[in-house]
């Protein structure tokens, strides 16, 4: 008895030992909240606005926009306009960001203004349809413009822009998973690339500006088309290019000191990117008519082939760089927004699981990436924007209301930035155009189709969140067990404790 009672004693000792080097060890064991020490500044804040917005969106909205009013004058208005409404739009989820501190964009907003359902709906449709979508246009956009050079004269093989964009998105998400600084250092640099076409661009504008090249800004509003319609759909692909603005509200955990650094990376960057997109698009008129940009198969690359030949294979490689760097942003972003929607069990329980060894939401961004890759087998870019852009302003607009309902209703919540709720107000009802919109001017059923999906949602929240079937628990949790091992993932509290 006494050899079993000191054998007792001393393994007791050394579960003592073991417990103190756990906790002597806490602050090495940083979970996804402390990893952020990446965002101790503003600048990368500003750094993860500017590399996410711009991306492929001002190398394909131009063209578009320019078709839905068919003028110069009234297509730079729509490009400051635009700039406009995305600054109003974030000054709003500043508030929110700052009154509620959570990851997940939209997400835990919607809960607590309008509880569980809504904010369902949201991460239904953002993890299935709007988010993957997004993702896939970009690296979509990115293999048209890598491939272009190789084929000159016709267009790329569909076969060989799809691969290339299911490429993309296969490195990117192994970047994010295998590392939060990683992800960081290469969203750095590839702003800093795509910022040096957009500063080629724009220079070489304002050098043809002082030579004089001006004929195309004369009578700029002449022979414009002007109607609700034709502006709303001009602003919906406008808004595409400035899709992005609400990015650093799905990180606003690994902001230090959020309450300074979220809205002064959101009052410097937009606006940064306003400027940019107005003075990129005033450089395109100045070597292009309205009729040669609407022509023109890649505005950029034309725009390149008559300013800086011979050395105009520059273009389609910075531009590959910009769609990369959007790509990665968003590929950072939204993988919290699965794991938040998993963390308040509205999706897979592994989905809110985070990597041991790396502290990243690996398996949501591998899940993500996964369905943005099923996104690229149909690879039609402008159809994708289309359901895209609709689906994503009914969740813009709600999250908007989201704020005005909580003025009233969540008075206590402490509020760091308070905007005056006329802004509000103005983003709601052009939510609302702009849901409209593309129903009025050209009614479809694939309308319709996006809506019964969004609606699908309750069905799949009532079955599985709601009610929580036994028979669907017991099929996946041997899942959840096996894939836990394999991707070496665990739960946050318990990397935390």
């Known amino acids: 008895m006494g050899e079993e009672s000191l054998k007792r004693r001393k393994g007791e000792d050394r579960g003592r030992e073991d417990r103190q080097s756990i906790q002597s060890h806490e602050p090495q064991t940083m979970n996804l909240q402390k990893q952020a020490n990446l965002f101790l500044f503003p600048l990368?804040?500003?750094?993860?606005?500017?590399?996410?917005?711009?991306?492929?969106?001002?190398?394909?909205?131009?063209?578009?926009?320019?078709?839905?009013?068919?003028a110069v004058?009234?297509?730079?208005?729509?490009?400051?306009?635009?700039?406009?409404?995305?600054?109003?739009?974030?000054?709003?989820?500043?508030?929110?960001?700052?009154?509620?501190?959570?990851?997940?964009?939209?997400?835990?907003?919607?809960?607590?203004?309008?509880?569980?359902?809504?904010?369902?709906l949201f991460s239904w449709t953002s993890l299935l349809v709007t988010k993957p979508s997004s993702f896939a246009i970009i690296c979509l956009s990115f293999a048209e413009y890598a491939s272009a050079p190789f084929y000159p004269g016709c267009d790329p093989p569909q076969a060989v822009i799809k691969c290339l964009a299911a490429a993309a998105i296969v490195v990117i998400t192994i970047v994010n998973s295998l590392s939060v600084k990683l992800g960081s250092y290469l969203q750095n640099f590839l702003t800093a690339a795509k910022m040096i076409i957009v500063t080629i661009i724009i220079v070489s504008g304002i050098v043809l500006l002082a030579q004089g090249k001006t004929e195309n800004f004369?009578?700029?509003?002449?022979?414009s088309k002007i109607s609700v319609s034709s502006i709303s759909l001009a602003f919906y692909n406008g808004l595409w290019a400035y899709d992005g603005w609400n990015q650093l509200n799905y990180i606003t955990e690994e902001l230090k000191n959020p309450y300074r650094n979220l809205p002064l990376s959101i009052i410097i960057g937009i606006p940064l990117v306003t400027v940019c997109y107005i003075l990129i698009n005033i450089s395109y008129f100045t070597v292009m008519t309205s009729t040669e940009l609407l022509q023109s198969q890649a505005v950029a690359v034309t725009f390149g082939d008559r300013v800086l030949y011979p050395a105009s294979w520059v273009v389609p490689l910075f531009v590959v760089f910009s769609t990369l760097g959007s790509a990665?942003?968003?590929?950072?972003?939204?993988?919290?927004?699965?794991?938040?929607?998993?963390?308040?069990?509205?999706?897979?329980?592994?989905?809110?699981?985070?990597?041991?060894?790396?502290?990243?939401?690996?398996?949501?961004?591998?899940?993500?990436?996964a369905i943005a890759i099923i996104y690229i087998i149909p690879g039609d870019i402008d159809t994708l924007i289309n359901y895209f852009s609709f689906a994503v302003w009914i969740f813009y607009g709600l999250t908007v209301l989201a704020l005005i309902v909580m003025r009233f209703t969540r008075k206590e919540l402490r509020r760091p930035i308070r905007i005056p709720i006329i802004i509000p107000v103005i983003v709601t009802l052009v939510a609302i155009l702009l849901v409209l919109a593309p129903i009025i001017s050209a009614p479809e059923l694939a309308y319709l189709y996006c809506v019964l999906f969004i609606l699908s949602?309750?069905?799949?929240?009532?079955?599985?969140?709601?009610?929580?079937?036994?028979?669907?628990?017991?099929?996946?949790?041997?899942?959840?067990?096996?894939?836990?091992?394999l991707l070496e993932v665990v739960p946050e509290d318990e990397v935390t404790e």
């Open 457 to 485: 949602g309750l069905i799949v929240y009532a079955l599985f969140v709601h009610f929580k079937f036994s028979w669907t628990q017991k099929i996946l949790k041997p899942i959840t067990m096996h894939l836990q091992m």
């Open 328 to 369: 990665n942003g968003t590929c950072f972003t939204a993988g919290r927004l699965v794991y938040v929607a998993g963390r308040e069990g509205h999706v897979l329980e592994i989905l809110s699981y985070i990597s041991v060894k790396r502290l990243t939401p690996a398996p949501a961004i591998i899940f993500y990436g």
């Open 44 to 70: 990368c804040g500003i750094s993860m606005i500017v590399g996410t917005i711009i991306g492929s969106g001002i190398f394909v909205s131009p063209k578009s926009v320019l078709a839905n009013v068919e």
């Open 73 to 120: 004058g009234p297509c730079l208005t729509i490009w400051a306009a635009c700039g406009v409404l995305a600054t109003l739009g974030a000054l709003c989820f500043a508030e929110l960001g700052t009154m509620i501190t959570k990851s997940g964009g939209e997400y835990p907003y919607l809960m607590e203004a309008f509880g569980p359902i809504p904010a369902f």
């Open 218 to 223: 004369k009578d700029s509003f002449k022979d």
